[in-house]
């Protein structure tokens, strides 16, 4: 039976990344950072999904569940495995997969990065170099003309923020620092970044909306934290939104709240549930977030719900979380805010960073040993929603 209905050009997909489904992509940072002795990294990607041989698998899989979109990314270092030199076998590859989503009634939303970044730049000084935003325009120039009329939207950068704040303050991401001052120049530079790959890419394959996708999370003031949650956001976020005027749609991404007081940000409430990655079963963040990247744009940026899930083994209680968030959307909507769409994370069981293997965020599980795909009943439910366009018991 379906519930309240969503937009009729309203927008369904899921997501992944490429180190985190493709396997073997050994010349970049986090391959080198897995293998480091003390790095925090619970295991080897490894072959991951196998993805960059069965993607066929995938598109099929997306065609057959009634998604209308895919966000995927781009491995820059398969693309460009040393400053200048340019793989026409890794664009041929990106360009095929594409190729099959279109035909397969899918549209390819692309991220140019999504956390990795080849050993060569990272040599260099990786994100705290001067020079890595132009760097990075320019492969975004040569990745974006060889997908030019295949792919739907383009997405710059994956989560900027994370990438500062992991990597440069708490050392948890490659290069593994805790300088509060790298971390403050690095999101600088990745706001250049963004800049110039967004001119780039428009340049490149004129037409396709370009964004950012940001880190959100539902901040919560407690006992007198209100200062101090500011301070904590502008680092985290109205950085990144201050760069996107004149950007085609921003995408939203969100998973839980953070309560902050005064000295920082707290532990969880007691009695709500906590998941596998440590933070609170908290659906509602995802609206909060939604009404706030509306707010401080000031309604002047379309919004993109590119990332929304929950890494658990119980698939009921990923239905559960699912639909509360989807409820807030519809919320939003109603109230007036530009939604265009929404993004589960993930379509597989890949590779979760640091933790490894261990969180499940997929609605499909992947077999670590064969690589056999398996939806999970999460998958057919939200394909229903999105053929409905409307939630559905």
């Excluded at 490894?356 to 398996?374: H, K, L, M, N, S």
Aim: charge should be negative; glycine fraction near 10%.
């Amino acid at each position: 039976m379906a519930g309240p209905r969503f937009p009729d050009d309203f927008r369904w997909g899921t997501a992944t990344a490429a180190h985190q489904i493709e396997g073997g992509n050994v010349n970049n940072d986090w391959w080198r950072w897995e293998h480091t002795p003390g790095s925090g990294c619970k295991e080897s990607s490894g072959d991951a999904c196998d993805s960059w041989h069965r993607w066929p698998d995938d598109v099929a899989l997306l065609a057959d569940l009634g998604f209308t979109d895919y966000r995927f990314s781009l491995e820059w270092s398969r693309i460009e495995p040393a400053p200048g030199e340019r793989s026409m076998v890794a664009l041929d590859r990106y360009a095929r997969q594409c190729e099959a989503l279109l035909a397969a009634g899918v549209e390819p939303v692309v991220t140019f990065h999504h956390f990795t970044t080849p050993l060569w730049l990272a040599d260099r000084g990786g994100w705290e170099d001067d020079d890595t935003p132009a760097r990075f325009a320019e492969y975004c120039s040569v990745a974006a003309g060889r997908l030019a009329g295949l792919m739907g939207r383009a997405c710059t950068i994956n989560e900027p923020s994370m990438v500062s704040s992991i990597g440069y303050l708490m050392g948890a991401f490659p290069p593994g620092k805790r300088d509060p001052e790298a971390r403050r120049h690095v999101n600088e530079v990745m706001v250049r970044a963004h800049r110039e790959a967004v001119t780039a890419i428009r340049a490149a394959a004129p037409g396709v909306p370009v964004g950012i996708t940001l880190a959100m999370s539902d901040y919560q003031a407690v006992d007198g934290g209100e200062g101090r949650l500011e301070r904590i956001r502008r680092g985290m976020e109205d950085v990144f939104f201050d760069a996107t005027t004149g950007d085609d749609f921003v995408g939203v991404q969100t998973y839980s709240r953070t309560r902050v007081g005064p000295e920082g940000t707290l532990p969880n409430e007691a009695g709500v549930p906590e998941l596998i990655m440590g933070y609170e079963y908290y659906p509602q963040a995802l609206e909060a977030t939604i009404r706030r990247a509306w707010d401080y744009t000031r309604g002047q940026i379309p919004i993109l719900v590119t990332e929304n899930g929950i890494g658990t083994d119980d698939d009921v209680q990923r239905i559960a979380y699912v639909r509360s968030a989807l409820e807030g959307v519809l919320a939003c909507l109603a109230d007036g805010i530009d939604v265009r769409g929404y993004t589960y994370w993930s379509l597989l069981d890949n590779f979760e960073w640091a933790y490894g293997y261990g969180p499940r965020f997929g609605i499909v599980d992947c077999d670590r040993a064969t690589f056999e795909r398996t939806p999970k009943e999460s998958a057919r439910w939200l394909g229903r929603v999105a053929r409905a366009n409307a939630l559905v018991d």
